[in-house]
């Protein structure tokens, strides 16, 4: 199922990153500024939603993805390595969502 | 081409060194005839080990210069650089002595991956009837004529980084039985073959496909039990 977990957040990951990208060259190079960005950013349930979603795919994916890291690269196994890796994904989704959550309220 | 073949040899066990050998140079030359010469005309001490000498039995792999390839099928030509050739045991397995890797773990995980047939037919039962043109037939002659050489598991990175891992060997031999309608075990082995140590450990680096003596793709066969391990956990059978 973990397998399965990290090829479903990989497609979701693959249609944000796109979106945020093009939308990061359309902010750049129609100059909007940071309370420009806000302005639209702010409030708006749409793009609440895809970033969290975008967040909450890679704290899927990414975290799925250290296992073998840490297991191939440092040896690490075990309860532990699996301790870890469910903290690191719990941090990024908290991280990301502190994000998001600060540039729609 | 230079009359004479400038031979390293691995000696010793996992603690050793490369010894230099001196071999006359011929035409249509295997790596094999190099190391038989080596030990029946220098050094008879030499450990290697073979068998049937025309890419069948799947004992005589090697490293030469780097890469594990079949040596009975492989010409000086091909592989050394100018006159050189440097010749070790198989990469992976703990080395016996000289060129003679121990190969216990590489069949041990053929066995963990459920690598032998489960018929489900009885005595009374006819003769099985496999159409050669079905999807699963076809599956299966894809992968089936491994030799057990051993050469995709010395060459894969995934095997050298995780120990457990069951290899694309092993990986291969339970995709042919899992496409093998004669068979019943296929919920056992794919439990066998799913998880850190199995398929989904492969990182489809692909260097098993591109080593394979047989040209068989490994990779393709892992691919096709991750599919098969997905579509039974969805179903909820594992």
């Known amino acids: 199922m973990l397998w399965l977990a990290q090829r479903a957040s990989a497609a979701v990951l693959a249609i944000c990153v796109t979106v945020h990208l093009v939308t990061i060259v359309y902010a750049v190079r129609g100059g909007l500024s940071a309370a420009e960005i806000f302005g639209r950013t702010r409030g708006s349930t749409g793009w609440l939603a ?5 967040v909450l795919a890679c704290a899927v994916h990414a975290p799925i993805g250290l296992r073998p890291v840490l297991t191939e690269w440092l040896g690490w196994r075990g309860r532990s390595r699996e301790a ?16 998001v959550l600060a540039v729609f309220r | 081409m230079s009359a004479t073949l400038q031979v390293s040899v691995w ?18 030359q295997t790596v094999l005839d190099v190391v038989t010469h080596i030990q029946r005309r220098i050094d008879p001490t030499l450990a290697y080990r073979y068998a049937c000498r025309v890419g069948m039995c799947g004992s005589c792999a090697m490293t030469v210069n780097g890469v594990p390839r079949w040596t009975c099928r492989t010409h000086v030509d091909k592989v050394a650089t100018g006159s050189e050739l ?26 963990r991956a459920k690598g032998r ?13 496999v159409a050669p043109d079905s999807p699963e037939r076809q599956a299966a002659d894809a992968g089936i004529e491994c030799i057990g050489c051993g050469v995709c598991y010395a060459a894969c990175d995934v095997v050298s980084w995780n120990r457990d891992y069951l290899g694309p ?6 995709w042919t039985l899992i496409s093998d309608v004669r068979d019943g075990a296929t919920l056992e082995r794919l439990r066998a073959v799913a998880g850190d140590a199995g398929c989904h450990a492969c990182h489809t680096h692909t260097s098993c496909t591109e080593r394979c003596p047989r040209h068989l793709s490994p990779t393709a066969s892992i691919a096709g039990l991750k ?11 594992l």
């Open chain 2, 117 to 129: 047939f489960e018929g489900r037919a009885r005595k009374s039962d006819d003769f099985a009837r």
């Open chain 2, 169 to 174: 060997a092993a990986l291969n031999r339970a």
């Open chain 2, 86 to 111: 440097e010749l070790r045991p198989l990469r992976n397995m703990p080395v016996i002595r000289d060129l003679v890797a121990d190969m216990r773990e590489f069949f041990d995980k053929w066995e």
């Open chain 2, 227 to 237: 599919r098969a391990v997905a579509k039974a956990a969805l179903a909820g059978k």
């Open chain 1, 84 to 99: 870890f890796v469910l903290v690191f994904g719990v941090l990024l989704a908290w991280l990301g969502m502190r994000a």
């Open chain 1, 50 to 54: 895809f970033y969290t979603l975008f």
């Open chain 2, 11 to 28: 000696r010793g066990g996992a603690e050793g060194a490369l010894q230099r050998y001196d071999v006359p140079r011929y035409p249509s």
